[in-house]
């Protein structure tokens, strides 16, 4: 009986293989497995996938590790080239927030009280750090080890401040 785990499709995820049915790509299981030291009983379980597919994954990675790392590169290309600095990213938001206070200062204050206590509301690493006063490194091993719920968007964890709590 032959059964198919990996999959790629023309025109979605970039022809980039991924996991039949479920659409999780090879690229970001061999990422957890090869960079992030987790064992593919804990890619297992964390992802919801059979421990068939995701040694599926790996073996397509071993099999094809040029066209994974491939993947990598271009995905670090794209994170570095669309990476906003901090510091534009903060003048920006302020000053959308000081025309936003000029037009309708009611919907300034909801806006405000909303974004600090919305708890799915996704927060990056430095904004993470400085809301909960710990170092930036504190939380990307918190990511990376799965102490606390996160998902990785290029180079980039993205939280939930819930999770962080």
């Known amino acids: 009986m032959l059964i198919t785990y990996i999959t790629k499709t023309s025109g979605f995820r970039r022809g980039e293989p991924y996991i039949a049915g479920r659409h999780i790509s090879v690229e970001f299981i061999a990422d957890l497995y090869?960079?992030?030291n987790l064992s593919a009983e804990e890619i297992a379980h964390n992802?919801?996938?059979?421990?068939?597919?995701?040694?599926?994954?790996?073996?397509?990675?071993?099999?094809?590790?040029k066209e994974i790392e491939t993947i990598?590169?271009?995905?670090?290309?794209?994170?570095?080239?669309n990476r906003v600095r901090p510091e534009e990213s903060a003048a920006?938001?302020?000053?959308?927030?000081e025309q936003l206070r000029e037009r309708?200062?009611?919907?300034?204050?909801?806006?405000?009280?909303?974004?600090?206590?919305?708890?799915?509301?996704?927060m990056t690493v430095p904004e993470i750090a400085a809301e909960f006063h710990i170092t930036e490194?504190?939380?990307?091993?918190?990511?990376?080890?799965?102490?606390?719920?996160?998902?990785?968007?290029?180079?980039?964890?993205?939280?939930?401040?819930?999770?962080?709590?």
Do not use: C, F
């Open 104 to 122: 309708n200062p009611e919907m300034a204050a909801a806006l405000t009280h909303l974004r600090a206590t919305d708890p799915i509301r996704e």
């Open 92 to 97: 920006e938001r302020k000053r959308l927030e």
């Open 137 to 165: 490194q504190a939380v990307r091993k918190a990511a990376k080890n799965q102490t606390v719920s996160a998902r990785k968007v290029g180079r980039d964890w993205l939280i939930r401040r819930v999770d962080a709590v």
């Open 47 to 65: 992802q919801e996938l059979t421990p068939a597919q995701v040694h599926a994954a790996l073996a397509y990675y071993y099999d094809h590790p």
């Open 72 to 81: 990598w590169q271009e995905q670090d290309q794209i994170g570095d080239s």
């Open 34 to 36: 090869v960079n992030h």
